[in-house]
């Protein structure tokens, strides 16, 4: 499989490289939908030109991107190029090694469920064949990196792409079952942008699940492996928060970047849900509505990993999407991300869905444009595909979560449920 | 002698001021508000009769009613009824126009503190021996001047822009003239010294308008500035006429209104006050023969400067300081720290037994 791979790593740079040279870089720089004001590369570079004038890049609203940004592009920003190619190359060349992986461990289920004769009669067509899972890896590496909203979102320079790095760095460390590793990067990945703290859980379960310790709350086993990876989490997020420090030598920092993310002051429209609902909200109710949207992020973790104890992966990938549709500051670089996993698993609608999301994909710039520069449009509009956008996110993981279910309560059901006399009965999702 | 044409000479810089400026400012638009543009422009006509450069008048006007598509005669402004006077000439220079007419460039121009970008017809560049006349005129009340229909300036806001003024050593004495309704309120707050300030109405009072002209459809003038205007009309560059029969102007026969006037801050008596050091420019000049030697030093070298027109301005001050390019550098124990911590990391996840190969 080295040789697939190579060849399309060959033609996501070239994709890349050949956009970096021409006139649109400049323009997809600029939209809205790729770069946010977390993510965007003119703030990074106004942020370190500050910092050569002396002053710190935190002072003003500029620059909300955390000092190991500062210093990684201190160094690189002449390469900054290379650096987003070879992130994308990071991302895709871990998702395959996940996907390797995750693909062997579900094969050895399987073979263990099979011996056990766990499966019912008529399921043969829902187990999964080697055969047919071969190039699933190849297809998930495919799936990021000719997305065009990665290949958008790596040309515009966002370090929405370096984000991405580090979360798939930190399912390839956790799929591998290094607990030292994962917990750095998730610190890691936490420090970046908050959010990636609900992939926590998911990271647990499967290490917990792959050393084989019960998960269960009464055993002693499960609350010392907890207490150890909190342990190097949290020990891994303080020095990283210290580096920082010292780094610049003041906490404004934390303000800057985490204050940014939670409090949502800038209301520049991007795809996300925030900016509309907050630029009309009262004062006297915005810290509410603050902790409802902030925690809608958050509260999805406890439900899914009590429904998916068994399939951290997939609890993993639910948890990526929902950051990347409620995060305070979408952009489509997130939602490639979690794209990538599709082909792993099964989807019902993929036309409609498909349909509705390159729709509005095609729309957006279309109704910017309405509404900014030819002025006959207005904000609604533009909000208006937005929320269509997320419309149509929520159905596609709505609709993947429901055919996982699906295919695994066929799994244990059988296929063809019959009622108590025999006849044939249907499944209805309550 | 020497020691007469020094003291000529002393005289000759003995009445206070050595340049005049003027600033009129017209603050209402549309053309029912004719006669504001009117008032101001025959103020303007009468300044730069009297000797004012176009280089130092600012004329503010927030309407053109010369070429107004409701204008019967188009690019004329009439003062006169049956059309006598046209105060729109051929060169009248217009530096704030339309909207630019507005209360923060109104302040601006006062102060000074304008963009780097402001070109010099558009800025008030007076010094402290400045004799400044403002003009305004519009619609106001009390306490207040209506600006272009949606904003307003208020007397105190004009009593501190003329103590910014005073305090940046921008006049050495200032006339302030206002044609509106109540507009005894806005000189009412005034604290800054050496500032003589007329109104057409005391508070309470409306100023009223001349007489309409039926063909051109509008009033053509306001009562008090009509009447100042005809005594202008008589004052020449050399006239010796002074305030006091400024302040006679527009009685309240003529007027309907009581025309204020405000004369405390003023350190001279109005009496002694040349109508012409406010709305000419009248210059000394008196012959000599005798050389007076200005300069102190004996060696009569003159200071070479070769400075630039820009040095003079004040964003000579910014332009010239250049930031030390002193580029940041992330401190060594940090570098030093987020390495080891790397390097840690890595022989924790992949064994020490790749150490001894490096070692």
């Given at each position: 499989m080295a040789a697939p791979l190579t060849l399309l790593l060959i033609v996501a740079v070239t994709i890349r490289a050949a956009l970096f040279r021409s006139t649109f870089a400049y323009w997809i720089a600029e939209r809205v939908e790729v770069v946010s004001p977390l993510t965007a590369w003119k703030r990074v570079v106004e942020g370190l030109a500050l910092l050569d004038l002396g002053v710190s890049p935190y002072a003003g609203d500029v620059f909300h991107e955390t000092p190991l940004i500062i210093y990684l592009f201190h160094f690189l920003v002449d390469y900054a190029e290379i650096t987003f190619i070879l992130a994308d190359i990071i991302v895709a060349v871990a998702f395959y090694y996940v996907v390797k992986d995750y693909n062997k461990q579900v094969f050895r289920k399987q073979k263990f469920a099979l011996e056990a004769d766990r499966y019912p009669a008529d399921c043969h067509e829902l187990v999964r064949t080697p055969k047919e899972m071969y190039y699933i890896p190849l297809k998930a590496a495919l799936f990021y990196l000719l997305n065009p909203f990665s290949v958008l979102s790596c040309v515009a320079k966002s370090t929405c792409c370096l984000n991405n790095a580090v979360v798939s760095l930190f399912i390839l460390a956790t799929v591998k079952g290094n607990m030292l590793l994962s917990a750095i990067f998730l610190a890691l990945a936490t420090y970046q942008s908050l959010y990636p703290l609900t992939l926590c859980v998911g990271a647990l379960l499967y290490l917990m699940q792959r050393q084989f310790i019960p998960v269960n709350a009464y055993r002693l086993s499960f609350w010392w492996f907890v207490a150890q990876y909190a342990f190097m989490y949290l020990g891994s997020l303080l020095v990283m928060v210290a580096l920082s420090f010292f780094l610049l030598g003041s906490w404004d920092f934390l303000p800057s970047v985490y204050g940014f993310i939670l409090s949502v002051p800038d209301l520049t429209p991007n795809v996300g849900l925030f900016w509309y609902f907050f630029a009309e909200m009262f004062e006297h109710f915005r810290l509410f509505f603050l902790c409802v949207f902030q925690i809608n992020v958050f509260v999805y973790t406890v439900p899914l990993a009590i429904k998916l104890k068994e399939h951290p992966v997939f609890l993993i990938f639910m948890q990526l999407a929902i950051i990347s549709i409620f995060k305070s500051y979408p952009t489509v670089g997130d939602i490639a991300l979690y794209m990538a996993f599709l082909p792993v698993w099964i989807l019902r609608n993929v036309f409609l869905v498909s349909c509705v999301l390159l729709m509005c994909s095609a729309l957006f710039p279309v109704l910017w444009h309405l509404w900014?520069?030819?002025?006959?449009?207005?904000a609604n509009f533009y909000f208006a595909i937005t929320l269509v956008f997320n419309i149509a996110q929520m159905l596609l993981v709505s609709d993947y979560f429901y055919a996982f279910l699906r295919r695994e309560h066929h799994l244990v059901h059988g296929l063809y449920p019959k009622k108590k006399d025999g006849s044939e009965a249907t499944l209805v999702l309550k | 002698s020497i020691g007469l044409a020094m003291n000529s000479a002393e005289q000759f810089f003995n009445s206070g001021h050595t340049n005049n400026w003027a600033i009129l400012a017209c603050t209402s638009r549309f053309w029912f508000n004719y006669r504001h543009v009117a008032n101001t422009l025959s103020v303007y006509r009468s300044v730069k009769r009297l000797g004012i450069p176009d280089s130092q008048i600012v004329l503010m006007l927030a309407d053109d009613m010369a070429c107004n598509h409701r204008n019967p005669k188009p690019a004329t402004v009439f003062s006169?009824?049956?059309?006598?006077?046209?105060?729109?000439?051929?060169d009248v220079e217009v530096d704030y126009r339309g909207y630019e007419v507005s209360v923060e460039n109104f302040l601006r121009v006062l102060t000074g503190r304008l963009p780097p970008s402001t070109p010099r017809s558009k800025?008030?560049?007076?010094?402290?021996r400045s004799n400044i006349l403002i003009y305004l005129t519009g619609h106001g009340g009390n306490g207040f001047l209506k600006f272009q229909d949606f904003e307003e300036i208020s007397n105190i806001e004009l009593a501190d822009a003329f103590e910014q003024m005073w305090q940046k050593r921008r006049y050495n004495e200032l006339l302030f003239i206002i044609d509106t309704c109540q507009g005894a309120s806005m000189y009412e707050r005034l604290y800054s010294p050496n500032i003589m300030a007329l109104a057409s109405s005391q508070i309470g009072e409306d100023s009223l308008s001349h007489q309409p002209d039926l063909a051109i459809g509008v009033h053509l003038m306001d009562r008090y500035t009509f009447y100042m205007l005809e005594f202008l009309e008589?004052?020449?560059?050399?006239?010796?006429?002074?305030?006091n029969d400024l302040f006679k102007v527009c009685p309240k026969s003529q007027c309907v209104s009581t025309p204020g006037r405000r004369t405390d801050l003023f350190q001279r008596d109005p009496g002694s006050v040349l109508i012409t050091d406010f709305f000419g420019s009248v210059r000394k000049v008196e012959i000599t023969v005798e050389t007076i030697?200005?300069?102190?030093?004996?060696?009569?070298?003159?200071?070479?400067?070769?400075?630039?027109?820009?040095?003079?301005?004040?964003?000579s001050e910014i332009i010239h300081q250049k930031p030390k390019q002193k580029d940041w550098h992330p401190p060594d124990g940090f570098i030093l720290g987020l390495w080891t911590l790397i390097l840690l990391v890595f022989f924790k996840t992949y064994g020490m037994k790749h150490l001894k190969h490096i070692l």
């Amino acid at each position: 499989m080295a040789a697939p791979l190579t060849l399309l790593l060959i033609v996501a740079v070239t994709i890349r490289a050949a956009l970096f040279r021409s006139t649109f870089a400049y323009w997809i720089a600029e939209r809205v939908e790729v770069v946010s004001p977390l993510t965007a590369w003119k703030r990074v570079v106004e942020g370190l030109a500050l910092l050569d004038l002396g002053v710190s890049p935190y002072a003003g609203d500029v620059f909300h991107e955390t000092p190991l940004i500062i210093y990684l592009f201190h160094f690189l920003v002449d390469y900054a190029e290379i650096t987003f190619i070879l992130a994308d190359i990071i991302v895709a060349v871990a998702f395959y090694y996940v996907v390797k992986d995750y693909n062997k461990q579900v094969f050895r289920k399987q073979k263990f469920a099979l011996e056990a004769d766990r499966y019912p009669a008529d399921c043969h067509e829902l187990v999964r064949t080697p055969k047919e899972m071969y190039y699933i890896p190849l297809k998930a590496a495919l799936f990021y990196l000719l997305n065009p909203f990665s290949v958008l979102s790596c040309v515009a320079k966002s370090t929405c792409c370096l984000n991405n790095a580090v979360v798939s760095l930190f399912i390839l460390a956790t799929v591998k079952g290094n607990m030292l590793l994962s917990a750095i990067f998730l610190a890691l990945a936490t420090y970046q942008s908050l959010y990636p703290l609900t992939l926590c859980v998911g990271a647990l379960l499967y290490l917990m699940q792959r050393q084989f310790i019960p998960v269960n709350a009464y055993r002693l086993s499960f609350w010392w492996f907890v207490a150890q990876y909190a342990f190097m989490y949290l020990g891994s997020l303080l020095v990283m928060v210290a580096l920082s420090f010292f780094l610049l030598g003041s906490w404004d920092f934390l303000p800057s970047v985490y204050g940014f993310i939670l409090s949502v002051p800038d209301l520049t429209p991007n795809v996300g849900l925030f900016w509309y609902f907050f630029a009309e909200m009262f004062e006297h109710f915005r810290l509410f509505f603050l902790c409802v949207f902030q925690i809608n992020v958050f509260v999805y973790t406890v439900p899914l990993a009590i429904k998916l104890k068994e399939h951290p992966v997939f609890l993993i990938f639910m948890q990526l999407a929902i950051i990347s549709i409620f995060k305070s500051y979408p952009t489509v670089g997130d939602i490639a991300l979690y794209m990538a996993f599709l082909p792993v698993w099964i989807l019902r609608n993929v036309f409609l869905v498909s349909c509705v999301l390159l729709m509005c994909s095609a729309l957006f710039p279309v109704l910017w444009h309405l509404w900014i520069n030819a002025g006959s449009a207005n904000a609604n509009f533009y909000f208006a595909i937005t929320l269509v956008f997320n419309i149509a996110q929520m159905l596609l993981v709505s609709d993947y979560f429901y055919a996982f279910l699906r295919r695994e309560h066929h799994l244990v059901h059988g296929l063809y449920p019959k009622k108590k006399d025999g006849s044939e009965a249907t499944l209805v999702l309550k | 002698s020497i020691g007469l044409a020094m003291n000529s000479a002393e005289q000759f810089f003995n009445s206070g001021h050595t340049n005049n400026w003027a600033i009129l400012a017209c603050t209402s638009r549309f053309w029912f508000n004719y006669r504001h543009v009117a008032n101001t422009l025959s103020v303007y006509r009468s300044v730069k009769r009297l000797g004012i450069p176009d280089s130092q008048i600012v004329l503010m006007l927030a309407d053109d009613m010369a070429c107004n598509h409701r204008n019967p005669k188009p690019a004329t402004v009439f003062s006169h009824k049956n059309m006598e006077l046209n105060v729109y000439g051929d060169d009248v220079e217009v530096d704030y126009r339309g909207y630019e007419v507005s209360v923060e460039n109104f302040l601006r121009v006062l102060t000074g503190r304008l963009p780097p970008s402001t070109p010099r017809s558009k800025r008030l560049l007076s010094d402290d021996r400045s004799n400044i006349l403002i003009y305004l005129t519009g619609h106001g009340g009390n306490g207040f001047l209506k600006f272009q229909d949606f904003e307003e300036i208020s007397n105190i806001e004009l009593a501190d822009a003329f103590e910014q003024m005073w305090q940046k050593r921008r006049y050495n004495e200032l006339l302030f003239i206002i044609d509106t309704c109540q507009g005894a309120s806005m000189y009412e707050r005034l604290y800054s010294p050496n500032i003589m300030a007329l109104a057409s109405s005391q508070i309470g009072e409306d100023s009223l308008s001349h007489q309409p002209d039926l063909a051109i459809g509008v009033h053509l003038m306001d009562r008090y500035t009509f009447y100042m205007l005809e005594f202008l009309e008589d004052i020449h560059p050399a006239s010796k006429t002074n305030m006091n029969d400024l302040f006679k102007v527009c009685p309240k026969s003529q007027c309907v209104s009581t025309p204020g006037r405000r004369t405390d801050l003023f350190q001279r008596d109005p009496g002694s006050v040349l109508i012409t050091d406010f709305f000419g420019s009248v210059r000394k000049v008196e012959i000599t023969v005798e050389t007076i030697n200005l300069t102190d030093s004996e060696s009569g070298e003159l200071q070479n400067e070769s400075r630039s027109y820009v040095d003079q301005l004040p964003v000579s001050e910014i332009i010239h300081q250049k930031p030390k390019q002193k580029d940041w550098h992330p401190p060594d124990g940090f570098i030093l720290g987020l390495w080891t911590l790397i390097l840690l990391v890595f022989f924790k996840t992949y064994g020490m037994k790749h150490l001894k190969h490096i070692l």
